[in-house]
């Protein structure tokens, strides 16, 4: 069976605080640790007062100085918002904080509505088109120095921190496949190219410095408890805050409710049951159906999980469950 990684937002909960959710994601991180996931990724959003993680690299050390085995990154850098050389400084600072285990996962993506991406980027007609010049010059400036090379990150430089291309559409799986690195899929939330664009990376793949063969990662909603109803209720705090994200609401992660019924609209609730339509939400033994079904579907290599759930205790709890169906799987 594949491995499972994790994937947290530091989601700020109603009545809750942004220092409460750093650290949550501490905890959620040394747990992971202890059950024998993989990776604990982190994600850039910006302007949303349900999101701690805007400060990625910051959270990233955060994260790792509190572990010392699971591979800590971004899932992702928004790198259209930044310089390459910026990124390459803090990668790189980051790999020699806690070496062999940092992950540079990038999105082109603003994380954000377009008001706040204009303050972020400065300059929004050239930022996503230079996406793919951008990931060259990052590839170059954290690996070796050549000897014509004229602009050094310090550091950075020959750190070689692990690339990765995340996407929710053709266009970053074209790229990884261009420029041989390992693809990640957001079909927790865009479920509509997943299959496509996983077709479209492997034709396309070609061997690179950092990779010989095609290597995917597929992301869930994933929220597991002891019994199917428990876990359905707990999801409908997801539910309710894509919802908002529909009517451009956005507030704090909510609490979950008894009933979705008179919160959405029927539109609402066909939407919200698209994006989710991957999500893999149940008891034991439903998690571990869902999870062989939609390994099989993607043919994945790593499978990573975004456990949107309000109560911490609840959220552990469901971490440790993927973790033992993960084992039950490898087990069959």
């Keep these: 069976m594949i491995p499972f990684s994790v994937l947290d937002l530091s989601p700020i909960t109603e009545g809750g605080s942004v220092a409460q959710s750093l650290q949550n994601s501490r905890r959620l991180a040394v747990a992971a640790e202890e059950n024998g996931y993989k990776r604990f990724w982190l994600a850039e959003h910006h302007g ?4 701690a993680s805007a400060a990625t ?9 509190a572990t010392k085995t699971i591979r800590v990154g971004s899932g992702g850098i928004m790198l259209p918002n930044h310089s390459p050389l910026v990124i390459a400084e803090q990668f790189g600072t980051l790999a020699a904080l806690y070496p062999g285990r940092i992950d540079l996962g ?5 994380g954000t509505d377009m008001r706040t991406a204009q303050a972020l980027r400065r300059n929004m007609e050239t930022s996503s088109n230079n ?8 590839q170059a400036l954290l690996g070796p120095i050549s000897e014509d090379q004229k602009i050094v990150a310090v550091p950075g430089a020959d750190s070689n921190v692990p690339i990765w291309l995340l996407g ?16 990640a899929f957001a079909s927790h939330f865009a479920p509509d190219m997943l299959l496509s664009a996983l077709e479209i990376y492997r034709e396309r793949f070609t061997p690179s410095a950092q990779l010989d063969r095609p290597h995917v990662m597929v992301g869930v909603m994933g929220v597991a408890a002891d019994t199917d109803d428990e876990a359905n209720h707990l ?23 008894q009933s979705m019924d008179g919160l959405w609209a029927p539109d609402e609730k066909i939407f919200v049951d698209h994006a989710m339509r991957y999500a893999v939400v149940g008891g034991p033994e439903s998690i571990r159906k869902k999870i062989a079904s939609f390994v ?19 959220r552990l ?14 087990a069959a």
């Design 48 to 51: 949303m007062t349900g999101i």
């Design 57 to 65: 690299s910051i959270v990233i050390s955060h994260v790792a100085s």
């Design 106 to 110: 990038l999105g082109r993506a603003p």
């Design 131 to 138: 996406f793919p010049n951008d990931v060259v010059e990052l």
């Design 168 to 183: 929710s559409s053709h266009f970053s799986a074209h790229l990884a496949g261009m420029l041989g690195l390992p693809f």
């Design 235 to 257: 999801f409908t705090s997801m539910q309710q805050s894509f919802v908002a994200l529909r009517r451009n609401a956005r507030g704090r992660f909510p609490p979950p409710v």
């Design 296 to 314: 099989d579907l993607t043919k994945a290599d790593e499978l990573i999980v975004s456990m949107p759930i309000f109560d911490m205790d609840k």
């Design 317 to 330: 709890h469901s971490l440790e469950l993927f973790a033992k169906a993960q084992r039950a799987l490898m």
